[in-house]
């Protein structure tokens, strides 16, 4: 074995592992065969392979007669293994000492004297996503560190080459050549006479980067750190991630425990980042299709990639809208479970239980498992948006904390880390409307309105509040013409269209949208399409979409997740239908339910509220209705336009 270059059994497991291409080091095997336990001769061969040995040499023991053939050297076997070359240093000089070929590697030894850098394999036994971790010494007292970077990178490699310094153990050195970083790990070890080298690397795509970085010696080379992030919020989490790379660093160099990374597999990483930007952008059922099969390409990569199970959790999270909606949230509890049972304190992971359990009706156990890990969810844009969705999911209730406040604090704190982030824009435009200042919220959506087709569509919507259809219009055709995404687009000029009385050119483009999501589960678009018919009289049509209207918000209700406004719209559909058949008479406790909802009407959404007024005039309550009526004009003058 030594006369192979493996200075431990754990070695020669790990050279078996990187020649099968498992995870994990068959390091039991490797004993049985040193304690002279029988084994199967597949598994010697295994064995003599990763020695560069004839395998015949494996097989034989001391009593064959072709043992002391293989020893003197007079086997007819023609396949040798190469000699390999062992690097010993002393200050600016260097040697290389070649040990000959054994034949028997089990029974030779051979002691190594004199080498100045050594290695030993550390004990514990990791998991897939736990790097390799080697102990690096020197009788200089200094173990020194080549970092390579590219160009783009060099202020941020000098910052970790700096702090790595400050340990009396270590000296770490950026490369400043143009061309040092596209030398390999080998050459620059050689040249610089380093004892291994922190080698920088980034992935860009449209919205998310990645870094890694891979400490390589002569021995191992494992990637001791991964990060994804938002490019625009490089410059604000540079410390973190250099700090990060300087703990894995120290820890590899004295032989400790190394951190968990995202993923051993490169290519996984690289369909992860290819999912991450997908799915950021998503809003429709094939553009979460295409991040899903990126994230499943990530797991056929690494069955053990926790944060790809954590993001398809949130991507059927957030496309159960437009999907078989419990199906999907099933779905999704499974991919979280997955991921929880592997990588728990992940803040991919935590931020995605949190939505599955706000979308499942369960926003206080949301807010309090953001609240637990408030050290990981308070520097990163994508957990402050999703802490900001979770308060604007409690907007109305009566919370010792604010929920509407706290929603705007922390979409604000995703927007000045990623200018970008168009869902966190979102969430601030709706908010602001949603507290009644639509000024702020047309100042919101306008300055964001390109970066995504919802922004751009609740600008729209806000023109149409303040009755300036003509530019509503505008807007509205500007979402079909410039995004593939136009489902928005054509679901609002049906509004518009509406209210100037033209109904059937506006169920022409109700139904545009539908097509394009057929199986959208947001019972307003149903209920909307209903409308439109009982306007034209036709009550068959009516009733068939207020009827799956009403069966959405049963499904809602069935999983917990209705909110006051969603409570209002099933008395509002139920009524719609009772009306529309005229063998069935009004309820006799619809008066005293409408009641209840007058008075919290403080709780509901702008629509919720205009059904409202329906509801009062239907129970001959004229007074209440008129106050409702005032009460949406006085935010959204549009509503003086309705009958």
Avoid at 290 to 318: G, I, K, M, P, T
Avoid at 383 to 402: C, I, M, N, T
Avoid at 484 to 492: A, I, V
Avoid at 612 to 626: C, D, H, M, S, T
Wanted: glycine share 4%; net charge negative.
């Amino acid at each position: 074995m030594l006369a192979s270059g493996f200075d431990t059994q754990a070695e020669l497991a790990q050279q078996i592992a990187c020649n099968e291409g498992i995870t994990k080091p068959p390091r039991d095997l490797v004993s049985k065969v040193f304690r002279e336990q029988a084994v199967s001769p597949h598994n010697l061969a295994r064995i003599a392979k990763a020695l560069q040995v004839p395998a015949y040499t494996i097989y034989l023991s001391k009593e064959d007669s072709r043992f002391s053939e293989v020893l003197s050297g007079q086997s007819d076997e023609p396949e040798t293994a190469p000699a390999r070359v062992l690097y010993s240093k002393s200050g600016p000089f260097a040697a290389s000492r070649v040990i000959p070929q054994i034949g028997f590697a089990m029974l030779a030894l051979v002691i190594l004297m004199g080498s100045l850098i050594w290695w030993q394999q550390s004990s514990a036994d990791h998991a897939s996503s736990h790097p390799t971790s080697t102990r690096l010494t020197s009788p200089l007292g200094k173990v020194l560190i080549a970092v390579q970077a590219p160009a783009n990178l060099h202020a941020f490699a000098e910052q970790i080459a700096s702090q790595l310094s400050e340990q009396d153990a270590i000296r770490a050195m950026v490369l400043s050549r143009p061309e040092a970083y596209q030398l390999p790990a080998n050459e620059v070890i050689t040249t610089w006479q380093a004892h291994a080298v922190l080698h920088l690397s980034q992935h860009e795509d449209h919205y998310y980067d990645a870094i890694s970085a891979t400490m390589i010696s002569h021995q191992h080379s494992p990637v001791i750190h991964q990060s994804l992030f938002h490019h625009e919020a490089f410059a604000a989490q540079t410390a973190a991630i250099g700090h990060a790379i300087v703990l894995q660093s120290q820890r590899f160099i004295a032989g400790e425990p190394l951190a968990p990374i995202l993923s051993n597999s490169a290519v996984a990483l690289n369909y992860f980042l290819q999912g991450k930007n997908q799915l950021f952008i998503s809003n429709s059922a094939s553009s979460f299709s295409l991040a899903e099969s990126h994230f499943l390409q990530a797991l056929e990569q690494d069955a053990n990639f926790a944060a790809a199970h954590a993001e398809l959790c949130r991507l059927h999270v957030r496309s159960s809208w437009i999907r078989d909606e419990t199906a999907s949230l099933e779905k999704a509890a499974t991919y979280c479970q997955l991921a929880t049972e592997q990588r728990p304190d992940l803040l991919e992971v935590i931020t995605a239980q949190a939505e599955l359990l706000a979308r499942s009706g369960r926003t206080e156990q949301a807010l309090m498992l953001l609240k637990e890990h408030a050290d990981l969810t308070s520097a990163d844009a994508d957990a402050l948006a999703v802490k900001a969705s979770v308060y604007q999911a409690r907007f109305g209730e009566d919370d010792s904390d604010p929920p509407g406040e706290l929603a705007i604090a922390y979409a604000k704190q995703a927007v000045d880390l990623v200018p970008g982030h168009w869902y966190a824009n979102n969430i601030l435009g709706s908010l602001y409307f949603m507290q009644g200042n639509a000024p702020q919220a047309i100042a919101q959506f306008a300055k964001a309105s390109m970066q995504h087709e919802v922004i751009l569509a609740n600008l729209g919507t806000l023109q149409l509040c303040y009755g300036e259809l003509e530019q509503a219009e505008e807007t509205y055709w500007a979402v079909i013409n410039n995004f593939d995404n136009d489902r928005l687009g054509h679901e609002n000029l049906g509004t518009i269209y509406q209210m100037q009385g033209k109904y059937e050119l506006a169920i022409k483009h109700k139904q545009l949208a539908i097509e394009e999501q057929p199986e959208v589960a947001i019972h307003q678009v149903w209920s909307n399409l209903a409308e439109l018919y009982f306007l034209l009289g036709q009550s068959e049509p009516a009733k068939q979409y207020y009827n799956h209207a009403l069966t959405l918000i049963e499904r809602d209700e069935l999983l917990g997740n209705l909110s006051r406004s969603d409570l209002l719209y099933k008395v509002y559909y139920q009524t719609k239908l009772q009306k529309l058949t005229t063998e069935m008479a009004l309820p006799d406790s619809l008066p005293q339910q409408v009641a209840v909802y007058f008075d919290a009407r403080n709780e509901l959404d702008m629509q919720a509220k205009s059904h409202l007024a329906w509801l009062l005039g239907i129970v001959n309550l004229p007074e209440e209705k008129q106050q409702i009526r005032q009460e949406l004009s006085a935010v959204c003058p549009v509503y003086d336009l309705l009958p």
